[in-house]
């Protein structure tokens, strides 16, 4: 890898070149849950009333990108408390990591460059956060490790690791109707017969928009077409944070 640059400013990301990246790289990780560090929710943040300091992580090797990390510089707060009685909180300035699984080379090599690129480029902020980290991830042993990150921050996970449901989707319409019986698929379609018999024009619901709606979600939530129907339960830290002197 040859370096790693940072787009300061949220206009600055959305040059077609980083966004066909971007999107290539979210096609590349299959079977994993990707919306935090999509560029749909990314533009979401952007859009909102309240305005947010975004930038974008980009790794770079022999002119491709292989990797990208959306950034947002917030603050976040540590809440002091004994049991269910709140003593106090502290507010910090903070770069938030969108998306617990890092849109990178899954390699310890690649996290340390990364963590140590971050704490010279945000050196404003007191923390880097990471929200819903799988404990089973490359990431999390990574952090558990002792490395040159272990030795320049101080890794701290106020809530600890929690179990979280965990669904995946299934990758087209017909497969989210077939985990149905028979009788439940034959009352959904009828459903949306009566609502396009009866809804007004602007409000029209038919089986083919409900199709449309379903991959756009999809696609908007940055999930694989290969993801299948399955419960399952994961164990991820919400929040983890990273502080160092440097910062």
Not at 65 to 91: C, D, E, I, Y
Not at 95 to 122: I, S, Y
Not at 131 to 136: E, Q, R, S, V, W
Request: hydrophobic content about 40%.
């Amino acid at each position: 890898m040859d370096r790693i640059r940072v787009i300061p400013h949220y206009a600055d990301t959305r040059v077609p070149g980083v966004r066909d990246a971007w999107d290539a790289l979210i096609h590349q990780r299959r079977d994993e849950a990707l919306f935090y560090q999509s560029p749909s929710y990314f533009d979401h943040l952007a859009s909102r009333d309240e305005p947010c300091a975004l930038s974008l992580a980009v790794f770079e090797s022999d002119s491709a990108t292989v990797g990208l990390v959306p950034l947002w510089a917030a603050r976040t707060t540590l809440a002091f408390r004994v049991k269910s009685l709140h003593v106090g909180a502290l507010s910090y300035p903070c770069v938030r990591v969108l998306g617990a699984t890092l849109l990178v080379p899954q390699e310890h090599a690649v996290f340390e460059r990364l963590f140590e690129h971050l704490g010279r480029q945000f050196s404003a902020c007191a923390l880097i956060e990471i929200k819903g980290l799988p404990t089973a991830s490359a990431l999390w042993h990574f952090l558990r490790k002792p490395s040159a990150v272990s030795r320049h921050f101080f890794v701290y996970v106020p809530n600890g690791p929690r179990r979280c449901h965990w669904t995946d989707v299934p990758a087209t319409f017909d497969l989210y109707l077939a985990r149905f019986k028979r009788k439940k698929r034959y009352n959904l379609k009828r459903q949306l017969a009566r609502l396009e018999q009866h809804a007004a024009e602007s409000c029209r619901c038919t089986e083919s928009s409900a199709r449309a709606t379903y991959r756009c979600s999809r696609r908007r939530a940055g999930i694989s077409r290969t993801s299948v129907t399955r419960k399952r339960y994961r164990i991820a830290t919400s929040p983890i944070w990273l502080s160092a002197d440097c910062c």
